[in-house]
């Protein structure tokens, strides 16, 4: 079982930034690791994942540009960094471990179903 815990969450003005956190119980070495939010009525989405052996990195259109998501191994920790923060940037903030790894070629992209989450951060962005 992997446990993970989220932080950084909070509110921000629209404009501001904000960088969350996510620890794991053990070695995320070669894991898909992601990021998913989920607003009052709406489906939860992905923003982004990345695969921790190799560094590489998806997101969802609407944060490309703005969000960044990197990790540290040596600690177990996944971020997500979020800048120029929209209204529409309200929501729940999961992260998520465990996912499908695909390989093409050299690189592995890495996608849904996840197999452990977090209890979420949230995140309010105001006009």
């Known amino acids: 079982q992997v446990r993970l815990v989220e932080s950084g969450g909070g509110s921000v003005q629209a404009g501001g930034s904000l960088r969350l956190s996510c620890v794991a119980s053990?070695?995320?070495?070669?894991?898909?690791m992601a990021w998913f939010r989920q607003a009052p009525g709406k489906e939860r989405e992905g923003v982004a994942s990345?695969?921790?052996?190799?560094?590489?990195?998806l997101y969802a259109d609407s944060v490309k540009g703005r969000f960044t998501i990197y990790q540290d191994n040596a600690k177990n920790m996944v971020y997500l960094e979020m800048n120029s923060l929209k209204p529409e940037d309200t929501a729940m903030y999961y992260c998520?471990?465990?996912?499908?790894?695909?390989?093409?070629?050299?690189?592995?992209?890495?996608?849904?179903?996840?197999?452990?989450w977090g209890q979420g951060t949230q995140v309010t962005v105001s006009s």
């Open positions: 998520a471990a465990e996912g499908i790894a695909s390989l093409s070629g050299t690189r592995v992209a890495c996608g849904p179903p996840y197999k452990y």
């Open positions: 053990g070695d995320i070495y070669r894991y898909c």
């Open positions: 990345i695969y921790t052996g190799g560094g590489s990195t």
